[in-house]
């Protein structure tokens, strides 16, 4: 079976650093992506992970561990409009979506 | 660019009702997906297409039903609609690559009373 786990709520302040975490037990593994859905409307892409290590884009990055089904993505300097919710998503012959975690970020 | 475009935006329809959501992108993309968010909740798959006239079960497969004629088009039928279909449904696709994002459409927003 497909198992994708996140928290489902997270708060911080902005200004500060927040760590998202998602740990998967899937069978197979392509990829892993992270998403970002603002309430109301569709998921946007943020990041790519396939191989171990961390990529980084900007404010964001995201690490991936394939030994462990380990993924975080770490967003810094929040912002307010970083509160959203984050989509964790592991591609294996198709695209599965993780539990989702809504992060509220406060002034 | 339109991506990809889903049609309607918002529905109401009644226990035991029919209807078809329909999906379209211009992007050329081999994989298309259909899911289903429920409020607070992420994402479940319900059926996915990898070309044209190719369709396979996602995780929540039971109710509805899929086709795939061509690249463009994968549309989505619900049969005897019931209150566990009220939810929001987004269309996505994405190239063959494996590294390649998927794109989605802005979703339906359907209830069924």
């Known amino acids: 079976g497909q198992n994708i786990d996140q928290p489902t709520e997270m708060t911080a302040t902005e200004g500060a650093i927040v760590q998202i975490n998602c740990t998967y037990q899937?069978?197979?593994?392509?990829?892993l992506f992270w998403y970002q859905q603002h309430a109301g409307e569709a998921p946007t892409f943020l990041s790519y992970?396939?191989?171990?290590g961390l990529e980084e884009k900007g404010r964001f990055s995201s690490f991936l561990s394939r030994s462990k089904g380990y993924s975080y993505l770490l967003l810094k300097e929040l912002q307010m409009k970083d509160s959203a919710s984050y989509l964790c998503?592991?591609?294996?012959?198709?695209?599965?979506f993780g539990t989702g975690t809504r992060l509220q970020v406060f002034p | 660019n339109a991506g990809v475009t889903q049609t309607p935006k918002f529905r109401i329809l009644k226990i035991g009702q029919s209807m078809t959501l329909q999906c379209t992108q211009d992007?050329?993309?081999?994989?298309m997906y259909w899911y289903r968010q429920d409020p607070g909740m992420g994402l479940k798959l319900i059926y996915y297409?990898?070309?044209?006239?190719?369709?396979d079960k996602g995780e929540v497969p039971n109710g509805y039903n899929v086709s795939r004629s061509t690249t463009e088009d994968f549309p989505l039928r619900l049969e005897l609609a019931a209150p566990s279909q009220t939810s929001v449904y987004f269309c996505?696709?994405?190239?063959?690559?494996?590294?390649?994002?998927?794109?989605f459409g802005q979703g339906t927003r359907l209830t069924v009373v």
């Open positions: 998503a592991v591609y294996t012959d198709k695209l599965i």
């Open positions: 992970n396939v191989l171990d």
């Open positions: 992007m050329n993309h081999n994989y």
């Open positions: 996505a696709s994405s190239a063959l690559r494996v590294d390649t994002e998927a794109f």
């Open positions: 899937t069978s197979g593994f392509n990829g």
């Open positions: 297409s990898v070309g044209a006239g190719i369709t």
